[in-house]
């Protein structure tokens, strides 16, 4: 496609990224909620939807040279699109933790809520120190089993 071409379809460079950056955000949420709607343990399928959701998006971060600046952009329109991509994971995330946990008492309710928000920031505490992808798809691993150990304890 020629540069004309594109600038038909978006305002200028920082449309063009936003938007390429929106869409690989939103292949990783689907990638994930498909992870954790596979066969297997709660363990390997928490796993596989943190090694998707996030393990996936670190290691492409952590290979591209303009990193920083991806972490730091604050484009208005990313923030938005990718604000709306995360509400919908997390929240078919907590409807996924409905089946395999469910219950509608106040303490349920209260447990899942839990278990999501370790689920949505431990992965940031993790990649705090900039950890090889080894190390922190292996603390991703440590977080899905002691998450299924508690919801298979139920």
């Known amino acids: 496609m020629s540069r004309p071409a594109l600038y038909q379809y978006f305002r200028d460079k920082a449309d063009i990224f936003a938007s390429a950056f929106v869409a690989v955000f939103e292949q990783h949420a689907e990638q ?7 066969p297997g343990t709660t363990a390997e399928r928490l796993d596989g939807f943190l090694q998707r959701y996030e393990g996936d998006l670190w290691q492409i971060l952590a290979a591209s040279p303009h990193s920083e600046e991806i972490l730091q952009a604050k484009d208005a329109h990313i923030a938005t699109s990718i604000g709306v991509v995360v509400d919908r994971l997390w929240a078919e995330t907590e409807g996924h933790l409905k089946k395999i946990a469910p219950g ?4 349920m309710t209260d447990q899942r809520a839990a278990w999501i928000e370790l689920l949505r920031f431990s992965p940031r505490g993790f990649a705090f120190d900039r950890p090889p992808i080894d190390v922190y798809r292996r603390r991703l691993s ?3 089993r002691i998450i ?3 919801i298979d304890s139920i």
């Open 104 to 107: 509608r008492s106040r303490t």
């Open 32 to 38: 994930a909620m498909a992870a954790l709607a596979r």
């Open 142 to 144: 440590t977080l899905a």
């Open 148 to 150: 299924a150990a508690d």
